[in-house]
Each structure stands twice: as structure tokens, then as C-alpha cells.
């Protein structure tokens, strides 16, 4: 069994960075694509950034992108999302999903595994 556990989620203030980890137990990510998605209260799953275990593939919204970073360390097993100039926008439960399809899945199904979440606050 395969489990994905996020941490690093927090309060940060506008302007502040926060670095996300997703670890992976039971199996590594092999070649899977981890992706990390966020859902904010009453609004809709949205995808954030995807990396390619195997390497040489990241992708990123344009909501995100220049401000967050996806990386990998093989060693540990772990996707991190390094997220600088957080803004109130980007306030969400955040989630690693892994699975062996495509990138930017919104739905659950698309996916393999997931996280339980962790939340990200950012205030103005």
C-alpha cells in the first residue's frame, strides 16, 4: 500500500514562502507524474504543478508560475513545492497526487494516489 503524506503547510503572510513536502511510503514514485493541486473553500479543484519522477519534465499554472518551484529528491522520495511571494490567492488545502497518466487531472480518478492535504493560509 502506498501512502502520500504532505506536510509543511502553515500561515504565512502576504509576500512570505512556504516549502510543501510530499512523501511517499510504501513504493518510490518510479515513473510516475506527482502532481499538486489546491481547492480553496467554495471554489474548484485547481492544478498547481506536476514533475516527472523519471526527470526532465516539470509544468506549472500560470497562476504560479515564477513564484513556485516543483523538485524531486530520489534519495527521499519526496516532490517538494517551494512557493515564494505566497499571496491571499493562493490560500487552499494543497494535495499531491501521483499517478501514471497525464498531468493536470482534476478529478481524483486521474490519479493513483493521493494526500490527505495540507493547508496553505496566506493573509493580506
Known amino acids: 500500500q502506498v501512502q502520500l503524506v504532505e506536510s509543511g503547510g502553515g500561515l504565512v503572510q502576504d509576500g512570505g514562502s512556504l516549502r510543501l513536502s510530499c512523501a511517499a511510503s510504501?513504493?518510490?514514485?518510479?515513473?510516475?507524474?506527482v502532481n499538486w493541486l489546491r481547492q480553496a473553500p467554495g471554489k474548484e479543484r485547481e492544478f498547481v504543478a506536476a514533475?516527472?519522477?523519471?526527470?526532465?519534465?516539470?509544468l506549472y499554472s500560470d497562476s504560479v508560475k515564477g513564484r513556485f518551484t516543483i523538485s524531486r529528491d530520489i534519495a527521499k522520495n519526496t516532490v517538494y513545492l517551494q512557493m515564494n511571494n505566497l499571496k491571499p490567492e493562493d490560500t487552499a488545502v494543497y494535495y499531491c497526487?501521483?499517478?501514471?497518466?497525464?498531468?493536470?487531472?482534476?478529478?481524483?480518478?486521474?490519479?493513483?494516489?493521493r494526500g490527505q492535504g495540507t493547508q496553505v493560509t496566506v493573509s493580506s
Open positions: 497526487a501521483a499517478g501514471l497518466g497525464g498531468v493536470g487531472g482534476l478529478s481524483w480518478a486521474d490519479y493513483d494516489y
Open positions: 510504501g513504493r518510490t514514485f518510479s515513473s510516475y507524474i
Open positions: 514533475i516527472r519522477w523519471s526527470g526532465g519534465y516539470t
